[in-house]
């Protein structure tokens, strides 16, 4: 029988710090880089991290070379480059196998080599246009777009965050890092085989999900307001009949608001009035057709709403509120005209990494700032009875916005909010592709040759790109996802902690001793399956962070190869494939794709199934025991 030593008062301490960490990861409620960075804060507070070394990972290779590699990514983006090369790859006459082959090995191949959000973003509305000519739900090649660059970034140093990661925590417990191309081989085969496996079968049993379409593509029901105007047909029929007046729609009254009051739920014989505003769910592909067969009308920001809105905005600066009136009067509501030539209604998608996650339109002031009005919110699996101007927006959502086409640009730029619709082709510029594709290629050549340290090399790359104007300078820092960058630098000094104090060893000898029975290849198993199941509801970065130390304490207690137990936490960490929240690139096609928080496990599994089966005999056939 195994006897553990009692674990000391650190150990303790720092194992109820991160469970506390692992539990607000996967509840959700707060943003991962504020989790970590409180996590870091108590380790500092406790004394497990050292006031001098609490910042010390913003400064950790893994971080620089995560910023530098993002800077030359968007500058690979904007160059066209990408776009140039989908044109010659895919066919114009492409049928769903073939085009799905091409846009998903297009997107692992991408990803190995620059951000796999970023390719992602490039490739997505080519997926919905293609759907739509196609005649096929958009999820279905959103799906595999998404997955597929999530395997493509395993197979090189810098195609995702978890493999700087653990090439990290090599230098840190052996004096040498992973290079450029160490994950190759098994990273490559898997990804391989995963991509292989979704062009010929997995694409087909992704859940099937109602296509509709506004002018291009929007994914499910709309919760949108609809106006009860001066004169309107709709005045003085009941609920039920407004839902039954338009069958094709599947119109379907979630709440009424009237004199500023919401009825939610309301009853099928409730009549309705002059000024009532309906929120109501609607098919998008006839919701224009079913307001205007009701006499009813798109409502924006009345000007009562408009008034409460300025006096808000007031308090909130300090001044006297103005004196209110006492009316029972329905304020006047204004109608949005979808039909003016300088205007357009725009779909756009909020990623995960956008700043208007949990603030609403009325938050960022959007018909005063913007000049532009929100219309209508698609989130699929949830049902949204609030008003529009104050619903909480989340990432995932497809927002539908009508307004000025350099307004809306300026508002998707502003909160990096993605089109769904086909882009304009860019004007080509051989100068700026050849830019940007040879910066990146000269940076990885540098890097895997050993000419230079990866953090060096890119870091050089982002300041060529800024010298020869690759990239415009404003954008160098835009392109950096910052709540990446602190999540990374908080959590490393939180990893070196683990090691410190012994509390990964402690890990690693239950998981050796007690549950692997001291075997070394079941011990490698488990660590893969355990990284890509917390991969599943938690940050991937995060993950690894946690799981690297245990590897090397796994290893070390078996007195095996620790190379290949950190493979098994880098190949873990890039499989998020059950949910929406594991990996970005998974919630970026939620609303797009129409998806619910369940459909993603139907491919999902499979292919984490075939990681498993593949990545290990690779492992141990490329790094041995």
Same mark, same amino acid.
């Given at each position: 029988?195994?006897?553990?030593?009692?674990?000391?008062?650190?150990?303790?301490?720092?194992?109820?710090?991160?469970?506390?960490?692992?539990?607000?990861?996967?509840?959700?409620?707060?943003?991962?880089?504020?989790?970590?960075?409180?996590?870091?804060?108590?380790?500092?507070?406790?004394?497990?991290?050292?006031?001098?070394?609490?910042?010390?990972?913003?400064?950790? &290779?893994?971080?620089? @070379? %995560? /910023?530098? $590699?993002? !800077? +030359?990514?968007?500058? *690979?983006?904007?160059?066209?480059? #990408?776009?140039?090369?989908?044109?010659?790859?895919?066919?114009?006459?492409?049928?769903?196998?073939?085009?799905?082959?091409?846009?998903?090995?297009?997107?692992?191949?991408?990803?190995?080599?620059?951000?796999?959000?970023?390719?992602?973003?490039?490739?997505?509305?080519?997926?919905?246009?293609?759907?739509?000519?196609?005649?096929?739900?958009?999820?279905?090649?959103?799906?595999?777009?998404?997955?597929?660059?999530?395997?493509?970034?395993?197979?090189?140093?810098?195609?995702?965050?978890?493999?700087?990661?653990?090439?990290?925590?090599?230098?840190?417990?052996?004096?040498?890092?992973?290079?450029?191309?160490?994950?190759? &081989?098994?990273?490559? @085969? %898997? /990804?391989? $085989?995963? !991509? +292989?496996?979704?062009? *010929?079968?997995?694409?087909?049993? #992704?859940?099937?999900?109602?296509?509709?379409?506004?002018?291009?593509?929007?994914?499910?029901?709309?919760?949108?307001?609809?106006?009860?105007?001066?004169?309107?047909?709709?005045?003085?029929?009941?609920?039920?009949?407004?839902?039954?007046?338009?069958?094709?729609?599947?119109?379907?009254?979630?709440?009424?608001?009237?004199?500023?009051?919401?009825?939610?739920?309301?009853?099928?014989?409730?009549?309705?009035?002059?000024?009532?505003?309906?929120?109501?769910?609607?098919?998008?592909?006839?919701?224009?057709?079913?307001?205007?067969?009701?006499?009813?009308?798109?409502?924006?920001?009345?000007?009562?709403?408009?008034?409460?809105?300025?006096?808000?905005?007031? /308090?909130?600066?300090?001044?006297?509120?103005?004196?209110?009136?006492?009316?029972?009067?329905?304020?006047?509501?204004?109608?949005?005209?979808?039909?003016?030539?300088?205007?357009?209604?725009?779909?756009?998608?909020?990623?995960?990494?956008?700043?208007?996650?949990?603030?609403?339109?009325?938050?960022?002031?959007?018909?005063?700032?913007?000049?532009?009005?929100?219309?209508?919110?698609?989130?699929?699996?949830?049902?949204?009875?609030?008003?529009?101007?104050?619903?909480?927006?989340?990432?995932?959502?497809?927002?539908?916005?009508?307004?000025?086409?350099?307004?809306?640009?300026?508002?998707?730029?502003?909160?990096?909010?993605?089109?769904?619709?086909?882009?304009?082709?860019?004007?080509?510029?051989?100068?700026?592709?050849?830019?940007?594709?040879?910066?990146?290629?000269?940076?990885?050549?540098?890097?895997?040759?050993?000419?230079?340290?990866?953090?060096?090399?890119?870091?050089?790359?982002?300041?060529?790109?800024?010298?020869?104007?690759?990239?415009?300078?404003?954008?160098?820092?835009?392109?950096?996802?910052?709540?990446?960058?602190?999540?990374?630098?908080?959590?490393?000094?939180?990893?070196?902690?683990?090691?410190?104090?012994?509390?990964?060893?402690?890990?690693?000898?239950?998981?050796?001793?007690?549950?692997?029975?001291?075997?070394?290849?079941?011990?490698?198993?488990?660590?893969?399956?355990?990284?890509?199941?917390?991969?599943?509801?938690?940050?991937?970065?995060?993950?690894?962070?946690?799981?690297?130390?245990?590897?090397?304490?796994?290893?070390?207690?078996?007195?095996?190869?620790?190379?290949?137990?950190?493979?098994?936490?880098?190949?873990?960490?890039?499989?998020?494939?059950?949910?929406?929240?594991?990996?970005?690139?998974?919630?970026?096609?939620?609303?797009?794709?129409?998806?619910?928080?369940?459909?993603?496990?139907?491919?999902?599994?499979?292919?984490?199934?075939?990681?498993?089966?593949?990545?290990?005999?690779?492992?141990?056939?490329?790094?041995?025991?």
């Amino acid at each position: 029988m195994c006897h553990f030593a009692p674990m000391s008062q650190e150990q303790i301490t720092l194992f109820a710090i991160l469970a506390a960490t692992v539990a607000m990861f996967a509840w959700g409620r707060w943003r991962h880089d504020m989790v970590a960075m409180g996590a870091l804060l108590t380790c500092v507070l406790t004394g497990l991290v050292p006031s001098e070394e609490a910042f010390a990972g913003f400064g950790h &290779p893994a971080v620089i @070379t %995560v /910023a530098g $590699v993002l !800077v +030359l990514s968007r500058s *690979l983006q904007n160059s066209g480059a #990408v776009d140039a090369l989908t044109r010659k790859i895919l066919p114009s006459d492409a049928t769903p196998l073939t085009m799905i082959a091409g846009l998903t090995t297009i997107a692992a191949a991408l990803s190995g080599f620059m951000n796999n959000v970023g390719a992602l973003a490039l490739l997505m509305p080519v997926a919905i246009k293609a759907a739509e000519k196609l005649d096929m739900p958009p999820g279905r090649l959103l799906m595999p777009l998404a997955f597929g660059s999530i395997l493509g970034g395993m197979t090189t140093l810098i195609g995702t965050p978890p493999n700087l990661i653990v090439s990290g925590y090599r230098q840190q417990t052996t004096g040498q890092a992973f290079s450029m191309f160490d994950y190759a &081989p098994v990273g490559f @085969t %898997v /990804a391989a $085989v995963g !991509v +292989l496996f979704i062009i *010929l079968i997995g694409w087909r049993i #992704v859940p099937v999900r109602k296509r509709a379409g506004v002018e291009g593509f929007t994914s499910g029901a709309y919760v949108t307001e609809a106006l009860v105007g001066e004169g309107s047909s709709s005045i003085d029929r009941t609920v039920r009949q407004i839902e039954e007046a338009v069958p094709d729609a599947h119109l379907q009254v979630l709440a009424v608001v009237r004199r500023q009051v919401r009825l939610r739920a309301p009853r099928p014989g409730l009549t309705v009035r002059e000024g009532d505003i309906l929120i109501v769910e609607c098919e998008p592909a006839v919701m224009t057709n079913a307001l205007n067969s009701l006499d009813l009308a798109l409502s924006a920001t009345t000007p009562a709403q408009q008034a409460e809105e300025e006096e808000e905005e007031k /308090a909130e600066n300090g001044e006297p509120e103005t004196k209110e009136t006492d009316t029972d009067e329905p304020s006047e509501p204004r109608e949005v005209a979808v039909d003016d030539d300088h205007t357009s209604l725009v779909e756009l998608v909020v990623p995960p990494n956008s700043i208007l996650i949990g603030l609403s339109a009325q938050g960022v002031n959007l018909r005063a700032r913007f000049h532009i009005s929100l219309v209508a919110i698609s989130r699929q699996g949830v049902r949204s009875v609030g008003r529009l101007r104050t619903t909480a927006i989340q990432a995932g959502d497809v927002l539908l916005l009508h307004g000025s086409d350099e307004a809306i640009s300026e508002f998707a730029t502003d909160f990096s909010l993605l089109p769904l619709a086909g882009r304009e082709l860019r004007l080509k510029d051989n100068r700026q592709m050849l830019l940007s594709a040879g910066i990146l290629l000269a940076s990885v050549l540098a890097a895997a040759t050993g000419l230079l340290a990866a953090p060096v090399a890119f870091i050089a790359g982002v300041l060529a790109s800024m010298v020869t104007r690759a990239i415009p300078l404003r954008q160098v820092y835009e392109a950096i996802d910052w709540p990446v960058i602190v999540l990374l630098a908080c959590l490393l000094p939180v990893a070196g902690a683990m090691l410190s104090t012994g509390a990964a060893d402690v890990v690693a000898n239950v998981l050796v001793t007690k549950i692997a029975w001291g075997k070394p290849v079941l011990a490698l198993v488990l660590i893969l399956i355990v990284t890509m199941t917390l991969s599943d509801i938690m940050n991937n970065a995060a993950t690894v962070a946690v799981m690297a130390p245990i590897a090397w304490g796994s290893a070390q207690a078996l007195g095996v190869n620790p190379d290949a137990f950190f493979m098994a936490v880098a190949i873990g960490g890039s499989c998020a494939f059950l949910t929406p929240i594991g990996h970005q690139n998974n919630t970026l096609i939620l609303g797009p794709g129409g998806f619910r928080f369940g459909d993603y496990w139907k491919l999902g599994l499979p292919v984490e199934i075939i990681v498993t089966v593949v990545s290990v005999p690779m492992i141990l056939l490329v790094w041995g025991l």
